[in-house]
């Protein structure tokens, strides 16, 4: 208990404890060397050296381990006297064959205690001198002699400690402050990056999002500059930029002392530092601009020796690339790298968020516009049936009221036409509010609502419709999607039955064979048919939305639309719906095949 209650330990090792134990292993070598050249090697006067040996074996681990005794330097040299003394004396003093031995305490006592401590073992070894030549025999040549000598040498190794001491002191000083400086630098550095992190989490917009990454990125590379002007005036040439994917191209989303054609650029990322960055997710430093077949075009690059390109990733995901440019060739470091990826981790974040934020934007835009053309569809139906059903029956009872003043016989019939006519326009209103809202599809399902609309479709039209339906796959798809399949066979049908002119239109909904994720939608019919191609190339100017209107309830369920016909031949339209992500991520690299 008590040796960890006596104990000291340090962070860092004893510089002057292992300079002590180290001289004293040499002292000791030089001893017995010269023990045993004097013909003394197994004198007992050697097991105080074997002592020596121990003692300093026993520093050596303490010295291993960073700790010390209490009062160390001060026991450490005493042990150093009194064994070197007792080893002086026993060998024969200044007529033994290592009369040198002197040389250890005054070592350990410069080492220890400088200048100071130099002096005053020397002292002690004088003294030592001085008693063995008055005990045998009084000679003061030698003994002046010998005092001079030891003088000296106390003189020299404390002068020598003292000097290495104070620039172990300014090494220790010059090694606190750069501590110190790096410790500020990295708080600088954190600071810069948290607030990159607030201000990008404040805003929703992609060009501020981009701006603030590279304005951050700038300002947390020039943090360990901030106190040294020209150094700071070369970091302001920073060049920056962010690549961002449209489509298949990266083009510049933001950048920094980029040219206006720099501007204008896109890169396919196909080949050189950036198909390495997108397609292997390695983050690059390069000073070969000037040989990479996309980056050299970028005029703002051309005074750059180095690069560095990292990718805006989240898991599968590539938004784009950051891509810096320096003069210096050494400018991007392993610090300067990871603060630049830590940056472009914050902003990819910011990205996804600023893109989530826009498709939700995008999303409502395109709800308002759904149901703005949810209403023109109601009024262009209304025109087209009622309301043109009801001005008929107006015009039907005028007509009616004049024949009942001339034929009673033709009148009868006439108000049995209007009564038809009139009965006709209530189904049509019906089966309008029915497709609007089919009740029946959230109270019975989605098999239940094709069958019902089929049926309304064959009473108000006198339209057969068929309907083929997986029990099984209609009660397992999610009730978003069924509102949606719903809609589509009901514009589907709706288009077939009026430009078709087939006796017969099929709803069929399977899944995609060999593929149970994924359901397959067909409306087909046997009538004229049409060709496709030149349809689709002349939509816009046909003032008709019926292809639109089913390209956009496609795209709301992440399905396929894919719609096959020839003149002559029926039309049938495939629409492939996944029911689950891995299948829409199977759906959309292989198209699913009936």
């Known amino acids: 208990m008590?040796?960890?209650?006596?104990?000291?330990?340090?962070?860092?090792?004893?510089?002057?404890?292992?300079?002590?134990?180290?001289?004293?292993?040499?002292?000791?070598?030089?001893v017995t060397v010269s023990m045993s050249a004097g013909g003394r090697l197994f004198s007992w006067a050697n097991s105080l050296l074997v002592l020596l040996v121990l003692w300093n074996l026993a520093l050596t681990w303490l010295a291993g381990l960073n700790q010390r005794l209490p009062n160390h330097r001060q026991i450490s040299l005493a042990v150093d006297f009194a064994i070197a003394s007792l080893f002086f004396l026993a060998q024969g003093a200044l007529r033994g064959p290592a009369l040198w031995i002197g040389i250890l305490p005054i070592i350990s006592g410069a080492l220890y205690f400088e200048l100071r401590g130099g002096l005053l073992t020397s002292l002690g070894v004088i003294l030592i001198l001085a008693l063995?030549?008055?005990?045998h025999g009084l000679d003061l040549l030698r003994l002046g002699l010998a005092t001079v000598t030891v003088l000296a040498?106390?003189?020299?190794?404390g002068y020598i400690s003292q000097q290495m001491i104070i620039q172990l002191r300014l090494m220790r000083q010059k090694q606190i402050e750069a501590r110190e400086h790096q410790q500020k630098v990295e708080t600088e550095r954190m600071r810069a990056i948290y607030k990159l992190s607030s201000t990008l989490t404040a805003t929703l917009s992609y060009k501020r999002v981009l701006d603030k990454a590279l304005e951050m990125s700038s300002s947390a590379l020039h943090v360990d500059n901030a106190q040294n002007e020209e150094k700071t005036a070369v970091d302001d040439r920073l060049i920056s930029g962010v690549l961002l994917f449209e489509g298949e191209q990266l083009v510049v989303g933001s950048a920094r002392r980029f040219t206006q054609s720099d501007m204008r650029l896109t890169f396919?990322?196909?080949?050189?530092?950036?198909?390495?960055?997108?397609?292997?997710?390695?983050?690059?430093?390069?000073?070969?601009?000037?040989?990479?077949?996309?980056?050299?075009?970028?005029?703002?690059?051309?005074?750059?020796?180095?690069?560095?390109?990292?990718s805006l990733r989240t898991g599968y995901n590539v938004y784009g690339v950051l891509v810096f440019g320096h003069p210096d060739a050494n400018y991007f470091s392993k610090d300067h790298c990871e603060v630049l990826d830590i940056i472009g981790q914050q902003a990819t974040i910011a990205i996804q968020n600023a893109r989530l934020y826009q498709d939700l934007a995008d999303e409502k835009e395109h709800m308002a516009e759904a149901q703005e053309e949810a209403r023109k569809k109601l009024a262009r139906d209304l025109h087209d049936g009622p309301t043109q059903s009801v001005a008929a029956i107006a015009m039907r009872v005028n007509l009616a009221r004049r024949m009942l003043e001339r034929d009673?016989?033709?009148?009868?019939?006439?108000?049995?036409?209007?009564?038809e006519l009139a009965r006709r326009t209530t189904k049509e209103i019906r089966h309008m509010l029915f497709t609007l809202r089919p009740l029946v599809l959230e109270s019975q399902g989605l098999l239940a609502a094709l069958e019902q609309m089929a049926e309304k479709m064959k009473e108000t039209f006198g339209q057969e419709v068929v309907v083929q339906v997986d029990e099984k796959l209609a009660e397992e798809i999610e009730m978003g999607k069924k509102g949606i399949i719903f809609y589509l066979a009901e514009e589907a049908v709706n288009n077939a039955r009026k430009h078709a002119q087939s006796e017969r239109i099929y709803i069929r909904l399977n899944p995609v064979p060999r593929q149970p994720e994924i359901a397959w939608l067909q409306i087909a019919d046997e009538g004229l048919g049409f060709d496709v191609e030149a349809i689709t190339k002349s939509y816009d100017k046909r003032g008709s939305l019926g292809m639109v209107n089913l390209r956009e309830r496609t795209e709301l369920v992440n399905g396929l639309l894919h719609i096959d016909s020839a003149p002559g031949k029926g039309t049938r339209v495939n629409v492939y719906i996944p029911l689950s992500e891995d299948a829409a991520d199977k759906l959309h690299h292989g198209r699913a095949q009936n």
């Not at 040498?153 to 190794?157: A, M, N, P, S, T």
């Not at 390695?282 to 560095?308: A, F, H």
């Not at 009673?408 to 009564?419: A, G, P």
Request: negative net charge; proline residues 3%.
């Open 2 to 30: 008590g040796y960890h209650t006596t104990m000291y330990k340090s962070d860092s090792p004893y510089v002057a404890d292992w300079f002590v134990i180290s001289l004293r292993w040499l002292v000791l070598l030089g």
């Open 132 to 135: 063995n030549i008055f005990l």
């Open 153 to 157: 040498l106390g003189i020299f190794f």
């Open 268 to 310: 396919p990322a196909k080949t050189g530092v950036l198909a390495s960055v997108v397609e292997e997710g390695e983050n690059i430093v390069t000073s070969n601009i000037k040989t990479d077949p996309e980056l050299k075009g970028v005029m703002g690059l051309y005074g750059c020796n180095s690069i560095y390109c990292s």
């Open 408 to 419: 009673s016989k033709s009148t009868m019939e006439e108000l049995q036409k209007i009564e």
